[in-house]
Protein backbone atom coordinates (compact mmCIF):
# COMPACT_ATOMS: atom_id res chain seq x y z
CA UNK A 1 0.00 0.00 0.00
CA UNK A 2 1.08 3.53 -0.49
CA UNK A 3 0.61 5.35 2.55
CA UNK A 4 2.02 8.77 3.51
CA UNK A 5 4.06 9.38 6.87
CA UNK A 6 1.08 9.20 9.45
CA UNK A 7 -0.18 6.17 7.52
CA UNK A 8 -2.78 7.78 5.31
CA UNK A 9 -3.92 6.02 1.87
CA UNK A 10 -5.49 8.95 0.55
CA UNK A 11 -6.19 12.59 1.77
CA UNK A 12 -9.31 13.90 0.48
CA UNK A 13 -12.68 11.61 -0.35
CA UNK A 14 -12.52 9.11 -2.92
CA UNK A 15 -9.01 9.63 -4.16
CA UNK A 16 -8.32 6.71 -4.47
CA UNK A 17 -4.75 5.42 -4.78
CA UNK A 18 -4.29 9.24 -6.78
CA UNK A 19 -3.65 11.74 -5.00
CA UNK A 20 -1.24 14.31 -5.91
CA UNK A 21 0.80 14.05 -2.92
CA UNK A 22 1.98 10.59 -3.74
CA UNK A 23 5.45 10.42 -5.56
CA UNK A 24 5.50 7.60 -8.07
CA UNK A 25 8.42 7.85 -10.92
CA UNK A 26 9.26 5.52 -12.96
CA UNK A 27 12.14 3.42 -10.79
CA UNK A 28 9.20 2.90 -8.34
CA UNK A 29 6.36 1.89 -10.76
CA UNK A 30 8.99 -1.01 -11.94
CA UNK A 31 9.21 -1.96 -8.01
CA UNK A 32 5.53 -2.11 -8.21
CA UNK A 33 5.35 -4.46 -11.64
CA UNK A 34 8.04 -6.47 -9.73
CA UNK A 35 6.02 -7.36 -7.19
CA UNK A 36 2.81 -8.32 -8.72
CA UNK A 37 4.57 -9.84 -11.66
CA UNK A 38 5.59 -12.33 -8.57
CA UNK A 39 2.18 -12.93 -7.09
CA UNK A 40 0.16 -15.63 -7.38
CA UNK A 41 -2.89 -13.84 -7.08
CA UNK A 42 -4.07 -10.47 -6.25
CA UNK A 43 -7.30 -10.24 -3.68
CA UNK A 44 -8.84 -6.85 -3.78
CA UNK A 45 -11.72 -4.67 -2.26
CA UNK A 46 -14.14 -3.19 -4.66
CA UNK A 47 -12.96 0.66 -4.00
CA UNK A 48 -9.45 -0.57 -5.12
CA UNK A 49 -10.59 -3.16 -7.83
CA UNK A 50 -12.81 -0.66 -9.45
CA UNK A 51 -9.92 1.87 -9.48
CA UNK A 52 -8.00 -0.05 -11.18
CA UNK A 53 -10.08 -1.69 -13.48
CA UNK A 54 -10.57 2.23 -14.67
CA UNK A 55 -7.73 2.21 -15.54
CA UNK A 56 -5.27 -0.28 -16.06
CA UNK A 57 -7.27 -2.43 -18.75
CA UNK A 58 -6.90 0.29 -21.09
CA UNK A 59 -3.56 1.17 -20.38
CA UNK A 60 -1.83 -2.01 -21.37
CA UNK A 61 -2.31 -1.18 -24.99
CA UNK A 62 -1.83 2.80 -24.57
CA UNK A 63 0.97 4.02 -26.69
CA UNK A 64 0.80 7.44 -25.19
CA UNK A 65 1.61 5.67 -22.32
CA UNK A 66 5.09 4.99 -21.16
CA UNK A 67 6.36 0.89 -21.06
CA UNK A 68 6.25 0.31 -17.59
CA UNK A 69 2.71 1.69 -17.17
CA UNK A 70 1.60 -0.68 -20.07
CA UNK A 71 3.63 -3.78 -18.78
CA UNK A 72 2.01 -2.84 -15.28
CA UNK A 73 -1.67 -2.87 -17.01
CA UNK A 74 -0.75 -6.06 -18.29
CA UNK A 75 0.39 -7.54 -15.54
CA UNK A 76 -3.01 -6.41 -13.49
CA UNK A 77 -5.16 -8.01 -16.32
CA UNK A 78 -3.55 -11.32 -16.66
CA UNK A 79 -3.03 -12.00 -13.06
CA UNK A 80 -5.86 -14.07 -10.86
CA UNK A 81 -7.81 -11.90 -8.99
CA UNK A 82 -9.99 -12.41 -6.63
CA UNK A 83 -13.04 -9.17 -5.79
CA UNK A 84 -14.06 -9.18 -2.58
CA UNK A 85 -17.76 -6.77 -2.90
CA UNK A 86 -21.21 -6.69 -1.17
CA UNK A 87 -22.43 -5.22 -4.10
CA UNK A 88 -20.86 -7.13 -7.31
CA UNK A 89 -21.02 -10.16 -8.57
CA UNK A 90 -19.26 -10.38 -11.90
CA UNK A 91 -16.13 -8.88 -12.97
CA UNK A 92 -13.65 -9.14 -16.38
CA UNK A 93 -10.35 -9.23 -16.21
CA UNK A 94 -9.47 -12.84 -15.17
CA UNK A 95 -11.28 -12.06 -11.66
CA UNK A 96 -13.16 -14.12 -9.70
CA UNK A 97 -16.28 -12.18 -6.98
CA UNK A 98 -17.06 -13.36 -3.77
CA UNK A 99 -19.12 -12.05 -1.44
CA UNK A 100 -17.95 -10.12 1.43
CA UNK A 101 -19.91 -11.37 4.12
CA UNK A 102 -18.02 -14.06 3.84
CA UNK A 103 -14.76 -13.57 2.64
CA UNK A 104 -12.74 -13.93 5.59
CA UNK A 105 -13.50 -17.64 5.61
CA UNK A 106 -13.73 -17.74 1.58
CA UNK A 107 -10.13 -15.87 1.87
CA UNK A 108 -8.96 -18.50 4.43
CA UNK A 109 -9.64 -21.47 1.99
CA UNK A 110 -8.25 -19.99 -0.99
CA UNK A 111 -4.56 -18.97 1.21
CA UNK A 112 -4.61 -23.10 1.80
CA UNK A 113 -5.13 -24.11 -1.53
CA UNK A 114 -2.77 -21.32 -3.50
CA UNK A 115 1.04 -21.68 -3.62
CA UNK A 116 3.28 -18.44 -3.46
CA UNK A 117 1.96 -15.26 -2.47
CA UNK A 118 -1.18 -13.28 -2.18
CA UNK A 119 -1.76 -9.61 -2.67
CA UNK A 120 -4.03 -7.66 -1.21
CA UNK A 121 -5.39 -4.47 -1.53
CA UNK A 122 -8.05 -2.22 0.27
CA UNK A 123 -7.55 -0.89 3.68
CA UNK A 124 -11.10 -2.50 5.26
CA UNK A 125 -10.13 -5.86 3.23
CA UNK A 126 -6.76 -5.45 4.72
CA UNK A 127 -8.03 -4.53 8.59
CA UNK A 128 -10.45 -7.90 8.51
CA UNK A 129 -7.33 -10.03 7.14
CA UNK A 130 -5.18 -8.55 9.51
CA UNK A 131 -7.95 -8.93 12.44
CA UNK A 132 -8.45 -12.42 11.75
CA UNK A 133 -4.68 -13.13 11.61
CA UNK A 134 -4.50 -14.31 7.91
CA UNK A 135 -1.78 -11.56 6.82
CA UNK A 136 1.65 -12.69 7.07
CA UNK A 137 3.34 -9.59 6.08
CA UNK A 138 2.68 -5.70 4.85
CA UNK A 139 4.88 -4.27 2.18
CA UNK A 140 4.71 0.07 2.82
CA UNK A 141 5.72 2.14 0.28
CA UNK A 142 5.70 5.56 2.55
CA UNK A 143 5.39 8.55 0.81
CA UNK A 144 7.45 11.56 2.65
CA UNK A 145 4.11 13.70 3.34
CA UNK A 146 1.91 14.55 6.35
CA UNK A 147 -1.64 14.49 5.49
CA UNK A 148 -3.13 14.93 8.92
CA UNK A 149 -6.68 14.22 7.78
CA UNK A 150 -8.51 11.75 5.35
CA UNK A 151 -8.45 7.69 5.11
CA UNK A 152 -6.64 5.89 7.62
CA UNK A 153 -4.72 2.72 6.15
CA UNK A 154 -6.09 -0.08 8.89
CA UNK A 155 -9.28 0.80 11.10
CA UNK A 156 -8.91 0.66 14.29
CA UNK A 157 -7.24 -2.64 15.80
CA UNK A 158 -8.27 -3.71 19.02
CA UNK A 159 -4.89 -5.30 20.86
CA UNK A 160 -1.26 -3.62 19.66
CA UNK A 161 0.02 -6.21 17.15
CA UNK A 162 4.21 -6.70 17.07
CA UNK A 163 5.92 -6.43 13.56
CA UNK A 164 9.25 -7.51 12.44
CA UNK A 165 11.01 -5.76 9.45
CA UNK A 166 12.06 -7.96 6.76
CA UNK A 167 13.22 -5.31 4.34
CA UNK A 168 13.52 -1.42 3.90
CA UNK A 169 14.92 -0.14 0.57
CA UNK A 170 14.99 3.64 -0.74
CA UNK A 171 13.28 5.10 -4.17
CA UNK A 172 13.47 8.51 -6.13
CA UNK A 173 11.67 11.39 -4.30
CA UNK A 174 11.95 10.71 -0.80
CA UNK A 175 9.78 7.72 -1.23
CA UNK A 176 10.39 4.19 1.27
CA UNK A 177 9.95 0.49 1.35
CA UNK A 178 8.79 -1.06 4.62
CA UNK A 179 7.90 -4.75 4.08
CA UNK A 180 7.13 -5.84 7.93
CA UNK A 181 6.43 -9.75 9.24
CA UNK A 182 3.28 -10.23 10.98
CA UNK A 183 4.42 -11.12 14.81
CA UNK A 184 1.55 -14.51 14.96
CA UNK A 185 -0.15 -14.01 18.36
CA UNK A 186 -0.46 -17.81 20.58
CA UNK A 187 -2.56 -18.07 23.10
Known sequence: MNVSLDLRIEHAKDEQGGGSWMRIGEPLHNEFNSRARALSLMVQGRIIYETMERFWPSARNDASLPGFLREYGQIWTSMPKVLVSRTRTSAEHNTRVISADDAVGALADLRTQTEGDIGVGGATLATAL??????????????????????????????????????????????????????????
Open 130 to 187: LRAGLLDELLLFTHPVILGAGRPLFDSHDEPLGLDLLEQASFDQGVTLHRYAVRKVHG
